[in-house]
């Protein structure tokens, strides 16, 4: 079965600090898609990234990166020089072949970037 | 602007009244789906369905019912609801479910007393 895990429940950083948010997955499948999702405080989600199995190449936008390792099935997001508007609950998500529709999400982590 | 609606955004109800929450999406995706959202448990998937008329339930299914007349619409139903129904609840659509993702609707926070 599917699993998405995220220990981190809550991050206190202080602006400027670089900070990385951790996402470990379980799954049967050797075909999968992995996601980040952003959740500000007004609610909603936003998308921020999406990973296949066969591709483990990190991947930076701007700020944000990615850390992909298959190894340690593991998914992880570095945000490099925090700001405020960081501030957010950040879900990983994973998407297996055989689930079909199916999105499993991790318990999300709590990231509070302070000024 | 290719977005998921959902309606209400807030809802207060009591135990036992009837609701529905609308959901519709203008994307032409065949996969929409609830979720729900609640406190160190992240998101779980109530129902999904991958066309008109293919409802199948996911991880919660217990206490809601769906239903997809339409492509665009998928409303979400609690018939009797409970207060272990509060939660933020979001819908979500996707072209073809695995691997593209999904796109969410803003949310609907629901409270039952």
């Known amino acids: 079965a599917q699993k998405v895990t995220q220990a981190q429940t809550e991050i206190s950083v202080v602006e400027k600090e670089d900070v990385t948010l951790d996402c470990v997955y379980e799954?049967?499948?050797?075909?999968?898609?992995l996601f980040w999702y952003k959740q500000p405080p007004s609610g909603e989600l936003v998308f921020l990234i999406r990973?296949?199995?066969?591709?483990?190449q990190n991947e930076i936008s701007g700020r944000y990166s990615w850390n992909f390792q298959k190894s340690t099935s593991s998914f992880n997001f570095t945000i490099t020089a925090s700001q405020v508007v960081d501030s957010a609950v950040y879900f990983c998500?994973?998407?297996?072949?055989?689930?079909?529709?199916?999105?499993?999400f991790g318990e999300g982590t709590q990231l509070t970037v302070n000024p | 602007e290719a977005q998921v609606t959902q309606n209400p955004r807030y809802l207060i109800t009591v135990t036992g009244k009837k609701l529905t929450v609308t959901c519709s999406q203008n994307m032409n995706h065949e996969y929409m789906s609830w979720y729900r959202q609640d406190p160190g448990l992240g998101l779980r998937q109530i129902y999904y369905?991958?066309?008109?008329?293919?409802?199948d339930k996911g991880d919660v299914p217990e206490g809601y019912k769906v239903s997809r007349k339409e492509k665009r619409n998928f409303p979400l139903i609690l018939e009797s609801p409970s207060p272990n129904q509060t939660s933020l609840y979001f819908c979500?659509?996707?072209?073809?479910?695995?691997?593209?993702?999904?796109?969410f609707g803003s949310g609907t926070r629901l409270t039952v007393v």
């Open positions: 998500a994973l998407s297996e072949e055989t689930s079909g529709s199916r999105l499993t």
């Open positions: 990973r296949n199995s066969f591709d483990e």
């Open positions: 979500a659509s996707s072209y073809g479910g695995y691997p593209y993702g999904y796109t």
């Open positions: 799954t049967r499948d050797t075909t999968y898609y």
């Open positions: 369905s991958m066309n008109v008329e293919v409802t």
